[in-house]
């Protein structure tokens, strides 16, 4: 059954179908939420070895009145059938400790909870739309939740956010490190075994995140390992069937001292690493640099703090990334190009920060505004359409156990619109589309050839600029000779200086035309220097699939 198979016609999903998002559903082999994960080196598998990529999103339940956000907005059930609705598979669902080691928050109801804080409004909604959850529990009220995702075959990781509720993170919290003031390791360990015991029976909450972003001055290597592994093994014993996520220090930026120490666990194949990166992990660098340098240098960066653990054969969970849905932020809108090329290039499992439209209480703010949410303030439909079709192509695995479905070929991948280059027909120009629709591109970095796979002697070829790009013959002329030209190795280009082609010479990169889909060459932006100009529109990136070829990309 695919994460759709469940989900009833909500007004967004009626939205998503009429913008198109759904086209995965049918291609998606999404497991049933119902599954036992464990790894086959850097992959996620399930029981019967295949893989199972993890494309969730982020749903806050750790602030001060530790309630999954939004049950004053929307039904608990039309929420969690949104989640579905839009292709994701799981939800990294957050706890604070002290909802089930605390008696002075375990014992609260919703309604409790929420009176001592004065969030009448809020109550009200809840009364309105969640009438069945008032008189809860705190931890039952949670466990409704989960199960509500179950019923719409979404797939639960428990991430363990805080020790305190309330808003995460600062260095200075409390909430940060072991020994911190709210963060005392046996309790912790405590809370782990309890959410462990609690959900061993529920067979779609298939993972326990140990701790969101560990940091402040106490932080150290040592303590990590002596806690990380003590947190590990406790939740382990306590259920053996959930895969077990370790954070990284540094909020989760810095696993890089794995380098030389591994973890020691009792158990095998159980274990995966997670990491965050988001545009202001790295301040402005974003907004004041070269785009393609600053991707080059902060990609590296990223894979010597944590994604080099994939070549070691460990799973890296991206549990944190996404961006301001407004639009406007330039930090965030360079940033996502380049997350999204490395996601889509390494083929990773990650969660999108996040679901939430708005908070009950974020900071001292009622009702506040989530403008990286996924949803918009009324929790009714997507914030940004665009955003969010540009990740879904991010959903559907490339490869991995269970996906040869055929020998290893190229996807021309346009992060900025999450489509990829395509053909309709043999002599329209070619242009963006699903990426499930492509045919199986072959890249020969020495010759600079790119071409179909199954029609070697034709290949792709640059006519000049503003020009589409078409594809025929000849191959061995230099408007037929494609590089990789910039530090983020985005800009595909041939050199026209001396094609004799009357294009004007210099370096043309494969582009966007106006019309958002025609795919043409225009002389490269931003290659170097540059901190003023956006090369969005001219980054693709050639990613490999082993998934099955669609029968034809010719479409009628």
């Not at 019967?48 to 001060?64: Q, Y």
């Not at 301001?324 to 809108?333: C, I, K, L």
């Not at 879904?392 to 990829?420: D, K, S």
């Not at 220097?529 to 001219?538: K, V």
């Amino acid at each position: 059954m695919t994460t759709m198979g469940r989900v009833r016609c909500s007004p967004l999903l009626a939205a998503c179908l009429a913008l198109g998002f759904a086209w995965h559903c049918a291609l998606h082999h999404a497991p049933a939420a119902a599954v036992t994960l464990s790894t086959a080196s850097r992959w996620v598998v399930d029981e019967d070895g295949d893989r199972v990529k993890l494309a969730c999103v982020n749903w806050p339940s750790h602030l001060e009145p530790m309630l999954a956000e939004g049950l004053g907005k929307r039904p608990v059930g039309a929420i969690a059938g949104d989640v579905a609705a839009m292709g994701f598979n799981c939800v990294r669902l957050t706890w604070p400790t002290f909802l089930v080691t605390n008696a002075s928050y375990s014992s609260l109801t919703v309604e409790q909870s929420f009176q001592r804080l004065n969030l009448t409004e809020s109550l009200a909604g809840i009364r309105a739309n969640n009438p069945a959850v008032v008189d809860l529990k705190l931890i039952d009220a949670f466990k409704a939740v989960v199960s509500s995702l179950g019923e719409n075959n979404v797939m639960v990781i428990l991430d363990n956010h805080v020790s305190k509720p309330g808003w995460c993170c600062d260095n200075a919290d409390g909430n940060g490190f072991f020994g911190d003031g709210y963060f005392e390791p046996d309790v912790w360990v405590d809370g782990l075994t309890k959410m462990a015991t609690m959900f061993a029976g529920v067979p779609h909450v298939v993972g326990m995140s140990l701790r969101n972003e560990l940091r402040g001055p106490r932080q150290n290597s040592n303590d990590w390992y002596k806690y990380m592994q003590r947190g590990a093994e406790a939740v382990h014993a306590a259920n053996p069937r959930v895969l077990v996520i370790l954070s990284g220090l540094s909020f989760d930026n810095d696993l890089a001292f794995l380098n030389s120490r591994q973890v020691s666990l009792s158990f095998a194949r159980k274990a995966a690493f997670e990491v965050h990166w988001y545009s202001f992990s790295n301040g402005q660098e974003w907004a004041s640099g070269n785009p393609n340098e600053v991707c080059a240098r902060i990609g590296a960066s990223v894979s010597r703090r944590a994604l080099y653990l994939l070549d070691q054969g460990w799973p890296v969970f991206l549990s944190e990334f996404g961006v301001d849905n407004r639009g406007g932020n330039a930090n965030d809108n360079r940033y996502y190009g380049c997350a999204a090329a490395v996601a889509a290039d390494l083929d990773l499992d990650w969660a999108l920060w996040t679901l939430q439209g708005s908070y009950y209480l974020r900071q001292g703010v009622l009702d506040l505004d989530e403008v990286y949410g996924v949803l918009d303030r009324a929790w009714s439909s997507p914030r940004n359409h665009t955003a969010l079709r540009r990740v879904q192509p991010l959903q559907r695995p490339l490869r991995g156990p269970g996906y040869a479905e055929a020998a290893p070929y190229t996807v021309l991948f346009h992060p900025a619109t999450g489509l990829c280059v395509l053909r309709r027909s043999p002599t329209q120009p070619l242009e963006l589309g699903a990426c499930a629709n492509t045919e199986a591109w072959e890249y020969a970095p020495q010759q600079g050839r790119l071409a179909l796979r199954d029609s070697p002697l034709m290949c792709l070829h640059a006519q000049g600029a503003g020009l589409p790009v078409r594809f025929g013959m000849p191959c061995d002329d230099d408007m037929s000779r494609w590089r990789l030209v910039s530090d983020s190795k985005l800009h595909v280009a041939v050199n026209a200086s001396s094609s004799g082609s009357g294009s004007g010479g210099g370096m043309l990169c494969l582009d966007v035309d106006a019309d958002g889909q025609s795919v043409v060459t225009n002389p490269c932006r931003c290659l170097s220097a540059d901190n003023s100009c956006d090369p969005e529109n001219q980054w693709f990136k050639l990613v490999t699939s082993t998934r099955s070829v669609a029968a034809s990309s010719m479409l009628a």
